[in-house]
């Protein structure tokens, strides 16, 4: 079956612009995350949704980083006024739970460039 | 302090030997643990999980929980060329945050 999808695969985009980044998650996975990742660095943890409830975006850096999930199943990421630091690998994975363990499969990823 | 920390490595072994990545948390509430391998420009793929203290094997793989010590670890087993990644540990803490590690570079040589 289709696994987790990204798009786009890359973006570049001017300093301050507006970008969103989008995810569809495989069907029937309830948990979507996503994260991000510079280079050489680790995975940072942006936000979580699990099913209807509200989300958990504790991870988001400033209000300028917001997301949603739709029908609970495609998610967008938005950027508001970008810098350069929010350069980075954005990844979104889904998961399911099965017998209390939890597999979560990763998306191919969105490269952001701001200049 | 950082919720998870991984030695970054470079880590190197001769193939067929046995590899071993080491990681610590900090939360000690932590109750779900992963072991992620990440190949250079690819995303992650999960490889493990252990929830419980003691040794899970899965294959040529094998992790390793000691909650006592905050303490989980990866072995490879039989080492092979195509094992090179980084391996990134995570650990969930609370309901939902997964912290990664920085991950550990593994070179294996043949």
């Known amino acids: 079956g289709a696994g987790v999808s990204q798009s786009p695969s890359n973006k570049v985009t001017e300093k301050g612009k507006d970008v969103e980044l989008r995810c569809d998650p495989i069907s029937g996975h309830t948990a979507l995350y996503w994260y991000r990742q510079s280079l050489g660095q680790g995975l940072e943890f942006l936000i979580y949704?699990?099913?209807?409830?509200?989300?958990?975006k504790s991870g988001l850096p400033s209000d300028r980083f917001s997301a949603e999930r739709t029908g609970g199943s495609v998610s967008t990421l938005t950027i508001q006024r970008t810098q350069q630091e929010d350069s980075a690998v954005y990844l979104c994975?889904?998961?399911?739970?099965?017998?209390?363990?939890?597999?979560?499969?990763f998306g191919p990823g969105t490269r952001l460039l701001v200049l | 302090q950082k919720e998870v920390e991984q030695n970054s490595g470079p880590l190197s072994v001769p193939e067929g030997a046995i590899a071993s990545l080491n990681c610590t948390y900090s939360d000690r509430g932590s109750q779900s643990f992963f072991w992620y391998r990440q190949y250079s420009g690819k995303s992650p793929e999960l490889i493990m999980s252990i929830y419980s203290n003691g040794d899970k094997e899965d294959g040529r793989f094998t992790a390793q929980l000691n909650k006592a010590s905050q303490y989980v670890s990866l072995l490879i087993r039989d080492s092979q060329p195509s094992d090179s990644a980084t391996y990134l540990c995570?650990?969930?803490?609370?309901?939902?945050?997964?912290?990664f590690g920085t991950g550990t570079r593994l070179t294996v040589i043949p």
């Open positions: 995570a650990v969930k803490t609370g309901a939902n945050n997964l912290f």
């Open positions: 994975a889904s998961s399911y739970r099965l017998a209390g363990e939890e597999t979560q499969y």
């Open positions: 949704f699990q099913g209807n409830s509200a989300p958990d």
